[in-house]
């Protein structure tokens, strides 16, 4: 299964890229290959299960931050 140590070794390097905990929207998207819009909708929606974030009252904007413990469990213990 070559191409699966490779999808686990760019997800493993986005990971360790800072010593955060969390990850941008931005880069999760990009990780995952995905629209960051739709992530950032998903997360203000609570259908994401590894991100935490809302809408803004009053602008109406979408927030959030990818928990990086999660995103890894959710790649690599199911959930998709």
Same mark, same amino acid.
């Given at each position: 299964?070559?191409? @699966? #140590?490779?999808?686990?070794?760019? %997800?493993?390097? =986005?990971?360790?890229?800072?010593?955060?905990?969390?990850?941008?929207?931005?880069?999760?998207?990009?990780?995952?290959? @995905? #629209?960051?819009?739709?992530?950032? %909708?998903?997360? =203000?929606?609570?259908?994401?299960?590894?991100?935490?974030?809302?809408?803004?009252?009053?602008?109406?904007?979408?927030?959030?931050?990818?928990?990086?413990?999660?995103?890894?469990?959710?790649?690599?213990?199911?959930?998709?």
């Amino acid at each position: 299964m070559p191409i @699966i #140590d490779k999808l686990l070794d760019e %997800v493993k390097e =986005a990971m360790e890229a800072d010593d955060k905990a969390t990850m941008s929207i931005e880069a999760t998207a990009k990780l995952l290959g @995905i #629209d960051d819009q739709c992530l950032r %909708v998903a997360i =203000a929606n609570g259908s994401c299960p590894f991100g935490v974030g809302g809408e803004h009252r009053t602008s109406g904007k979408r927030f959030g931050r990818v928990w990086k413990l999660a995103l890894w469990a959710f790649l690599t213990k199911g959930g998709l």
